[in-house]
């Protein structure tokens, strides 16, 4: 069975420090992979998206980057954070590259809580 | 206009009531729809997919109506560990492309007392 995991947990930076969130799925090859946010009290906010390694499309201009550097890796990244990063981040899976993909419901890691002071 | 609404509640109901969920999307091709439940502090989790001749598994039936572009979740006999956040989802991308994306609505807060 397929799995995803995300990690850390929960994470305290300080304005201006750099971010590095890692997920990882497995028991699945291809997947399609993303990066949400979601602010307190509010719905998910598409960050990233990926459809293979090397192939990310970002959905709004940030402070974030993310990379796939392997098939079932995906990266979420920052070089400066800023306050409002402040969130619960998910990374989530689909079924990819098939005429099915469409059809497919994403299924979520455990997230990661940021906390910028 | 949103692409996904849902009211958000907060619906309080005792245990064993029935509660119904409404959402409606914009995008008229959308393609698949499903219902998430997420509870607090918590990634979101498949609860069912939607589909077009409504479909019901255990205490929960799901409804889409394509010509209104309105989706529901109907819950019986609700339990305490009903309450949560449920988020109507859809498919937004039209035909053709392979990434799968999905639009979340805000979610709709469910608390069930005894």
């Known amino acids: 069975s397929q799995t995803i995991h995300q990690w850390p947990a929960t994470l305290v930076q300080p304005v201006g420090s750099p971010l590095s969130l890692e997920c990882t799925v497995e028991?699945?090859?291809?997947?399609?992979l993303y990066w949400y946010r979601q602010a307190a009290g509010r719905g998910l906010q598409l960050l990233f998206y990926?459809?293979?390694?090397?192939?990310i499309s970002s959905e709004v201009p940030q402070n974030l980057s993310a990379s796939r550097p392997q098939d079932r890796q995906f990266i979420l990244s920052s070089k400066k954070l800023l306050l409002s990063d402040s969130g619960f981040y998910l990374c989530?899976?689909?079924?990819?590259?098939?005429?099915?993909?469409?059809?497919?419901?994403?299924?979520f890691g455990d997230g990661t809580r940021l906390s910028i002071l | 206009r949103k692409e996904v609404e849902q009211d958000p509640g907060p619906f309080n109901v005792p245990e064993g009531a029935t509660v119904a969920f409404n959402c409606t999307y914009s995008?008229?091709?959308?393609?698949?729809f499903f219902w998430y439940r997420q509870d607090c502090r918590k990634e979101p989790k498949l609860l069912m997919s939607?589909?077009?001749s409504g479909n019901e598994d255990g205490r929960f039936t799901a409804q889409l109506n394509r010509a209104s572009q309105y989706i529901s979740l109907l819950i019986r006999d609700s339990k305490l560990s009903d309450s949560a956040t449920y988020l109507c989802?859809?498919?937004?991308?039209?035909?053709?492309?392979?990434?799968?994306?999905?639009?979340f609505g805000q979610g709709t807060i469910l608390t069930v007392h005894p």
């Open positions: 995008n008229s091709a959308s393609q698949s």
């Open positions: 989530a899976w689909s079924v990819g590259r098939t005429y099915l993909t469409s059809n497919q419901p994403q299924h």
């Open positions: 989802v859809v498919n937004s991308n039209a035909g053709g492309t392979s990434y799968g994306k999905l639009t």
């Open positions: 939607v589909y077009s």
């Open positions: 990926s459809i293979g390694i090397d192939q």
């Open positions: 028991g699945t090859s291809n997947p399609n």
